[in-house]
């Protein structure tokens, strides 16, 4: 089965929560595989190409003005589906009604302060870990508990 990468970032907010080991831990523990990881000063040229989807939208400066108020964590994450399963696990966009049980929905309350993003699809994923990481910050390396996280045939 196909190994994906997704990139997520813990917001401003999620920094100064400090919830980056709460939201590092959920993913370790989930099985998902951490393969980058560094802190980012997100300049508004790697802001407006991040969030080129919403640039018509009436929200988009103050958005870009709010992530690169602060530093950002960036990470990049791998397993199987790992794009649909880490958006499971950060829930929806309103922290006040995303499912109890993500972090959205466990540590959230506003939608522009909603702690982190993932990723919503394989080309945003490569997009967006394009803006942040140079290929040689992904590190290749072989998970010890692979072989009781995922069956052989899922491993294919
Ligand atoms: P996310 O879904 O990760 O990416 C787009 C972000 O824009 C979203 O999280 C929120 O942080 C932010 N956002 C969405 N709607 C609004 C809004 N109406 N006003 C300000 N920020 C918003």
Known sequence: MAHSRTAVLVKPDGLQRGLIGEIISRFERKGLKLVGLKMVNMTDE????????HKDKSFFGE???????????????????????????????????AEAGSIRGD??????????????????????????????????YSGAMDGVIYADYELK
């Open 46 to 53: 790697m802001l407006s190409e991040w969030y080129v989807e």
């Open 107 to 140: 540590f959230g309350m506003s939608q522009q302060f909603n702690l982190i993003h993932a990723s919503s699809s394989a080309e945003d994923a490569q997009r967006e870990i394009d803006i942040v990481f140079d290929e040689d910050e992904l590190i290749q």
């Open 63 to 97: 958005l870009k003005q709010f992530m690169g108020s602060m530093p950002i964590v960036s990470m990049v994450w791998e397993g199987v589906d790992a794009i649909p399963v880490v958006r499971k696990l950060v829930g929806t966009t309103l922290g006040r009604e």
